[in-house]
């Protein structure tokens, strides 16, 4: 029965050099989705995405977690499993600040998985789509990453943790795609706290009891600090 569960999205690791998907200079104003983020897009051209998550796996390997990861992971030290940490990001920048326990409801980059025989394992630096399932020796080999139009990860879990916590903190997401963007309104009705620590209002934002806008490195630190220390004062 976790206190608090924080969702996080791209603005989280912005300030780690990985790209959002909808600011101005976003992702998919420079690739269509339907192309590298759907499974349509992947039975076209199985190369283009494999290339797009390599460009991807990359950029990622050569970022660092900024103060917002590293302060993410302050708090998992101190309250344990009172934390319930789930992210749209596929990126590894929570475990590579010393984060134990991330839910990562898309999937994540260093991942592979198998569309045969479901074997996952971790991606090497560069995928091909002829790469064969090292389990099932099959051809149908792609990124361990949930697309428009699939189905997210543990979701039953994060429904079990959004009835119980005392508090929801939503960090640099958009609220512009289901399920995560609904999980504000869960947390609500489970009586929760809710905030929205963002760069600017997402599209959820009215939902919020609390707004707290600035980058991510500087709202989410202070926002753990507060209550770190309300934390020791108990
Ligand atoms: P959605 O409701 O956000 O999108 C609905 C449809 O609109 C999608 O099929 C999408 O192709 C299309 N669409 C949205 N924005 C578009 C744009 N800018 N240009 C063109 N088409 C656009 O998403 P959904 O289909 O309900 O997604 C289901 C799940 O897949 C969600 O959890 C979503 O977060 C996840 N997902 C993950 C990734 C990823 O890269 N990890 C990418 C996309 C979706
Ligand atoms: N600090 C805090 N927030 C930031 C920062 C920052 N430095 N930079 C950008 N943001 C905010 C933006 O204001 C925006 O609200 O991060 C959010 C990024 O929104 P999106 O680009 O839509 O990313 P996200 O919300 O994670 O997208 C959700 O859509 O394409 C799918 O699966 C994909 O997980 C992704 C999902």
């Known amino acids: 029965m ?3 569960v924080v969702l996080s999205g791209a603005g989280l690791s912005a300030e780690s050099g990985l790209g959002t998907f909808r600011d101005t200079s976003g992702l998919w104003a420079r690739y269509d989705l339907r192309d590298v983020a759907t499974p349509e ?5 199985p190369q283009l995405v494999h290339d797009f998550y390599n460009a ?14 590293r302060a993410l992971a302050r708090l998992e030290a101190a309250l344990g499993l009172e934390m319930y940490c789930v992210t749209q990001n596929i990126d590894p920048l ?10 990562h409801m898309h999937g994540q980059l260093m991942r592979m998985q ?10 090497p630096a560069s995928t091909r789509a002829d790469d064969p399932c090292p ?15 699939e189905i997210p ?14 508090v929801f903190v939503s960090i ?26 963002n760069l600017e209002a997402s599209e959820t934002a009215s939902q919020f009891d609390e707004l707290r806008q600035g980058p991510a490195s500087a709202v989410v630190a202070q926002w753990v600090e507060e209550i770190l220390s309300a934390h020791r004062d108990t």
């Open 2 to 4: 976790p206190a608090i």
């Open 41 to 45: 897009g992947f039975a076209r051209n």
């Open 56 to 69: 991807r796996r990359a950029n990622a390997l050569a970022s660092e977690p900024n103060a917002a990861h």
């Open 94 to 103: 929570l475990e590579q600040a010393g984060m134990r326990r991330v839910v």
């Open 114 to 123: 198998c569309a045969g025989c479901g074997h996952r394992w971790d991606a």
């Open 135 to 149: 389990a099932c020796n099959g051809p149908h080999t792609r990124p361990d990453v949930v697309w428009f139009g």
């Open 153 to 166: 990860y543990y979701m039953d879990e994060i429904a079990e943790a959004l009835e119980s916590c005392a």
């Open 172 to 197: 640099g997401t958009s609220g512009s795609v289901y399920p995560a963007a609904g999980f504000v309104q869960i947390a609500r009705e489970a009586g929760a706290h809710t905030v929205e620590l």
